[in-house]
């Protein structure tokens, strides 16, 4: 049981370029997350997804788009990546509890990107 | 919209030494409240939660959390601390979904722990 893995580890782009992360989890969750990490900011919400074939926009869904279509995989893709993006990425996954409450969030390892 | 504010941007203590995190949270309804921990270049580890019951709920580490509803906090602690615990760590409040189909995580901005030998 591997839980969360996200590949690749570390990623250095020039501006324009463009690129995918996967997110691969192994716990049968229904949610699946996408987060940005910056010092000083916290975790900040990119994109989501509530199923498979699905996808929603979070607090900072410009520049990124996703993709859902199995349930065990989350891919964040960077089209024309710029400085500003440059930071951890995160995935996560999640049960949906009673109703459609999401619970406990677990986190991959991160993928640090630099773009230059 | 839910908020999280963790106090303090950093706290160094002894080794030994006694450690409380700082948590308030902003949220309408009864909060889903987390600890999370990250350790330099790691990911996320939970530490412990609270969806409700027994206001002081204990978690992984030796580390333990009160929720105290009228004072809008979920302080982290831990009697004594280790070198190996110095990271930053995490609160976030998890909305309770009600009829949005997702719960949306907040997160707090962390505090970053120095343990000194």
């Known amino acids: 049981n591997a839980g969360v893995t996200q590949t690749p580890k570390f990623r250095v782009l020039k501006t324009g370029q463009s690129m995918t992360l996967l997110c691969a989890q192994d716990m049968n969750h229904e949610y699946m997350y996408w987060y940005r990490q910056d010092p000083g900011m916290g975790l900040r919400l990119i994109h989501y997804?509530?199923?498979?074939?699905?996808?929603a926009k979070g607090e900072v869904p410009d520049g990124y788009n996703v993709s859902r279509l199995k349930k065990q995989n989350f891919l964040l893709g960077l089209e024309s990546a710029a400085p500003s993006q440059t930071s951890v990425y995160f995935c996560?996954?999640?049960?949906?509890?009673?109703?459609?409450?999401?619970?406990?969030?677990?986190f991959g390892p991160g993928t640090r990107l630099t773009v230059l | 919209a839910q908020s999280v504010t963790q106090p303090d941007i950093h706290i160094t203590v002894s080794e030994g030494a006694s450690l409380e995190l700082r948590c308030n949270y902003s949220y309408g309804a009864t909060p889903y409240l987390f600890w999370y921990v990250q350790s330099p270049g790691q990911g996320l580890q939970l530490l412990l939660k609270y969806f409700s019951g027994d206001t002081l709920v204990q978690g992984i580490k030796g580390f333990e959390a009160e929720f105290k509803r009228s004072q809008s906090s979920f302080n982290l602690r831990k009697p004594s601390v280790h070198w190996s615990d110095a990271a930053e760590y995490f609160c976030?409040?998890?909305?309770?979904?009600?009829?949005?189909?997702?719960?949306?995580?907040?997160f707090g901005q962390g505090t970053i722990l120095t343990v000194h030998p």
């Open positions: 996560a996954s999640s049960y949906r509890a009673g109703g459609q409450r999401a619970d406990t969030q677990y």
């Open positions: 976030a409040v998890l909305a309770n979904a009600g009829g949005t189909s997702y719960g949306k995580l907040t």
């Open positions: 997804s509530v199923g498979e074939g699905t996808t």
